[in-house]
């Protein structure tokens, strides 16, 4: 596991410019993408170099990693509306080839099919995450297996709190989502996660110099043979 400290602004680009590299060597890459705040400026800078034609994203796949349970795709706070407003609709991608959960209809189907897709589409050649404040990565809350793939869940307290800040009422925030799984996750070739601020150092210590233990989910990404983890100061502080 890499570690690198930096602020938000480089940890940003220097993300972007790992997509970038990815792309670059491979047009038809198959990218897995994360939600929240933290991969905002990543998904702004990859938009800029797209637009400079520095890299282009036609040939692209895209995997999301979650989405809530009883939220449209256009509803301003599902994973989709997020993917289509922050990157799909700036790139150059076609939007067939993005994929992202549904969280209404049929989707235990969809999310059944989730990982067959992804092997299918010949597996995810890099994979950004961000991290929860309890350390969940995607929504793979403490206690899930590590051994999991795409599926259902319930969303701890914790999460639904952090989260509120993004609805008008933290009654409106979903109490379940579905989740590409910590296998599933793993399986992907490249992985980047981004954690910036106070409130993910515990977390980020977990990850980092923690055990391996499902109750810090994202502890199991130190077995991963590539993995660089992108934090500011903040975010490290627990760990010095
Ligand atoms: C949600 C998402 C996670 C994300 C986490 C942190 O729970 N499901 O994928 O990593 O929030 O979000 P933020 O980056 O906004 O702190």
Redesign the pocket.
């Known amino acids: 596991m890499k570690v690198v400290v930096n602020t938000n602004e480089v940890i940003s680009k220097m993300i972007a410019e790992d997509f970038i590299e990815v792309v670059n060597k491979k047009p038809n890459a198959v990218l897995g993408l994360?939600?929240?705040?933290?991969?905002l400026d990543v998904y702004a800078n990859m938009a800029k170099a797209n637009k400079e034609g520095r890299v282009s994203f036609a040939k692209c796949k895209t995997f999301n990693?979650?989405e809530y349970v009883g939220l449209e795709g256009t509803h301003n706070q599902s994973y989709r509306y997020f993917m289509n407003e922050n990157l799909f609709n700036h790139i150059d991608i076609d939007k067939k080839n993005t994929n992202v959960l549904l969280g209404v209809g049929d989707y235990k189907k969809f999310m059944n099919e989730y990982d067959g897709m992804i092997a299918k589409a010949g597996g995810i050649d890099i994979q950004i995450?961000?991290?929860?404040s309890d350390g969940?990565?995607?929504?793979n809350e403490p206690g899930t297996s590590f051994d999991s793939l795409t599926h259902e869940t319930e969303l701890t307290e914790q999460?639904i709190k952090?989260?509120s800040r993004l609805f008008n009422d933290i009654s409106e925030v979903p109490t379940r989502?579905v989740?590409m799984g910590l296998k599933s996750i793993m399986n992907a070739r490249k992985i980047v996660l981004i954690a910036t601020g106070k409130n993910?150092a515990q977390a980020v210590y977990g990850l980092i110099k923690g055990p391996i233990d499902e109750s810090m989910p994202c502890s199991i990404l130190q077995k991963h043979p590539d993995v660089t983890v992108y934090v500011d100061e903040d975010a490290y502080s627990l760990c010095k």
């Open positions: 994360a939600t929240g705040t933290s991969p990693l979650d995450l961000g991290i929860g969940h990565i995607a929504f999460t952090d989260n989502a989740t993910k």
